[in-house]
């Protein structure tokens, strides 16, 4: 087990991981999802980004256990955010996908973080901007968190 210094920077992880947990709660907080937790929230971004999509791909991708992704998604279809169908490939199946209203609410929650961000990183000198660029591109790269097609897939 890590010792919780990143080797050769001596930068405690901890710390780290506290002020990005810090910053995403500061957004999501700030930002507004109207009156949805965070995972549920996430999970109508996903729905909304990968849509239609099955309940079990879901719960997979937010990493759930299916019967949590099931309360999960008949929270935001009740509040009229997503909606099922059939699976035209196995009727047995459901498929999900956001409505307008839940595709609203992401676009509005989103500009309202994105700015809350916008104005944080106007208030660093122009150093600092880069530095938080850079350092967050090669995190995000080292833990390949970008949301794209891996070759293998």
Known sequence: MGSGVVSGVGTDVATVYHQLTQINRALRTRGGQGSL???????????????????????????????????IVATLEEQGYVERMID????????????????????????LRAQLLADAIDRLD????????????????????????????
């Open 88 to 111: 035209p490939d196995d009727a047995r199946a459901r498929l999900f996908t956001a409505t307008p209203a839940g595709i609203e609410l992401l676009s509005h929650a989103r500009s």
């Open 37 to 71: 937790s965070a995972g549920v929230a996430a999970a109508l971004w996903t729905i909304a980004n990968h849509s239609p999509i099955r309940l079990s791909t879901l719960a997979q991708r937010e990493s759930v256990t299916a019967p949590t992704m099931s309360r």
């Open 126 to 153: 122009a150093d600092d901007r880069d530095a938080v660029h850079r350092g967050l591109a090669a995190l995000a790269g080292a833990l390949d968190v970008c949301d794209r097609p891996r070759p293998d897939s």
